[in-house]
């Protein structure tokens, strides 16, 4: 799918775990409430797509 130094998949790990972050620390803004903590488990899930994304050239 992606070869070891792709372009487009340095941009996807970059894209997904600025993404993350970001949806962790505005569902933080939501402490108490289960909306916040349904936006900081979509941070998670694109957190580990970029990790995903980083170890995909490493799969055997």
């Not at 996807?12 to 939501?30: C, D, K, N, P, Q």
Request: charged share 10%; proline share 2%; no cysteine.
């Amino acid at each position: 799918m992606f070869k070891a130094d792709s372009k487009v998949r340095i941009v996807l790990i970059l894209l997904s775990f600025l993404g993350g972050l970001a949806l962790v620390f505005f569902g933080w803004t939501f402490t108490g409430q289960m909306l916040g903590l349904i936006i900081m488990l979509a941070g998670v899930a694109l957190l580990l797509l970029a990790l995903l994304f980083y170890n995909y050239p490493y799969k055997n």
